[in-house]
Structure formats: C-alpha cells, structure tokens
C-alpha cells in the first residue's frame, strides 16, 4: 500500500514532522527545507504588511505560510473566528487584533507542541481573546453554527480526507457565515513517484490538489459565491540545496520542470447561504 493511502500513517508523520518544528528541532515547512532565513520577510513576501506582523508575537512565525488568508476575510470588530490547523498561532493572533476585545479567536490544530507555544505566546503576551484546541480538522472541536468566518493557511492539502474538511467548515459556520483560506493547489497532475514522497506530502506538496478541485469541494459541501485567486509560491526558490523534498522531486519531475510549474498558491472565498433550503 502506498504511503498516501495509508490515513494513521500520514497523520501521524505530519504531527511528529510539525512537533518537531514546534519545539525548534525542524525549520520551514516540515519538509527538512527552510522556506526563509528570515520569517518577517518570508512573511512579506505572502502580503502580510508590517503593520500586521506588528501586532503578530515573533514566536509565532513559523514561516510555514503559503499565503495571507487574513487579506481576504475582512474581519470586522465582534466575530467569531476558526482558525484551521492554527500551528503557533501566527494566524489567529492577527484575526484576535482585528475582531478585538468584543470578538473572539479560536485555533484548533492536531499537534500539542504546536498548541502549547500557541498558548504560552498567548499567555506571555496577554492575548485574552484567543484560545487554542487539540482537534482534527475533519473533525473540529467547534459547535454547530457558532462561528463567522473560518481561516486556514497552508493546512488543508495535509487532509487525506478534504471533502469532510469542507463539510465540517459548512457545518460551524453560522448562515451567512464565509471562509477565507490560502494553500497549495495544482496546475497539473504530480508524478506518482512525488505524490507517494513522505517529504513532498509533509512539505504540503504531494496532498495538493487541482486548483479547479478547490472550487468543487466548496461547492460540494453547500458553499455559494466561491472565488478562487492563484498566485505562485515564492517559497520555492528559497528550498534549501540538498532538502530531502528537493531531492525527492527534482528526480520525479520531468526533464526541465520545476516545482514550480505544478505547484502555486492559491486563495479561497466561499460564503454559506444566508437560508438554506432542506
């Protein structure tokens, strides 16, 4: 059985890859390559401006962005966040900014060393409207209908099971209530030798899917008013020589690709129907 087929065996090397970087042992995407020698610019590079990173703890940036979902959600003042795979929080402390004293934040992710800084950066840096949750993302520790719009940066390609992720976001959500997402998706079909890669599936290459995928899984799952957004991914031209996932995909690719001719970033917005017909 291929390595992608087998579900507990990919959870389980994506939590042990990014507890590893939680704890300082790994940098950049959980690949063995580093995205960045300097987060805040790798940070800038995806849109974030500096007037955000300045309201976001530096121990949270953990260059593990493939985009600024944050850019597109157009949080207001009083709302109810979810942040999908909050990793150390990077994310949601910037929504806790925006939606303020009167809103609230909630990060779930699956790995417990990434929780534990999350809470100890909210903690040491009197962040009172976030909170943090052990859950997976096919199955969110979140009520039904309680939440206004959910985010997610680079985490849902990791899903083996994407069409309940995008079940779950529906279910959360309040009528009325929308999704801002940034992630990996695919111009075209990757080798089968690189989507069977354990490096490429933890560097949040090998479970991508097609960029038109993203729109049906959104639309499978009850959402309206979805737009997509590509851009290309500026963290592959800094993938460190000799990085396993470099490795692994220069020898699978065709003769003259690059990763970059299959993989970009791409942005999502959806919206759940104000009245939802039974």
Request: proline content about 3%.
């Amino acid at each position: 059985m291929k390595f992608r087929e087998k579900n507990s065996e990919v959870s389980k090397v994506v939590r042990n890859a990014y507890g590893k970087i939680a704890k300082g042992d790994l940098s950049g995407c959980g690949c063995g390559c580093s995205c960045s020698s300097d987060s805040k610019e790798f940070a800038e590079l995806l849109g974030y401006t500096g007037n955000e990173l300045s309201v976001i703890p530096d121990e949270a940036n953990l260059a593990l962005s493939c985009g600024n979902p944050t850019s597109i959600a157009a949080l207001k003042q009083g709302e109810v966040v979810l942040d999908l795979g909050s990793g150390a929080g990077f994310d949601c402390f910037l929504a806790a900014a925006r939606v303020g004293n009167t809103g609230r934040v909630i990060g779930v992710d699956m790995t417990p060393e990434m929780l534990e800084k999350a809470r100890s950066i909210a903690e040491c840096d009197n962040i009172n409207n976030v909170e943090f949750r052990l859950g997976e993302i096919e199955n969110l520790p979140v009520a039904d209908n309680s939440v206004d719009v959910v985010i997610s940066n680079c985490v849902i390609n990791l899903s083996q099971d994407k069409e309940r992720v995008f079940r779950e976001i529906y279910r959360v959500l309040k009528q009325g209530g929308r999704i801002a997402v940034s992630d990996m998706a695919l111009t075209r079909e990757l080798p089968e030798s690189v989507k069977d890669c354990v490096e490429a599936y933890v560097g949040c290459v090998a479970g991508a899917v097609l960029i038109e995928k993203y729109r049906e899984l959104a639309e499978a799952a009850g959402f309206r008013d979805v737009y997509l957004d590509v851009k290309q991914y500026p963290g592959f031209s800094s993938l460190s020589e000799g990085s396993p996932v470099e490795k692994a995909i220069a020898e699978a690719l065709e003769s003259g690709m690059t990763l970059g001719d299959y993989v970009v970033s791409v942005y999502l917005k959806a919206m759940k129907p104000h009245e939802i017909s039974e």
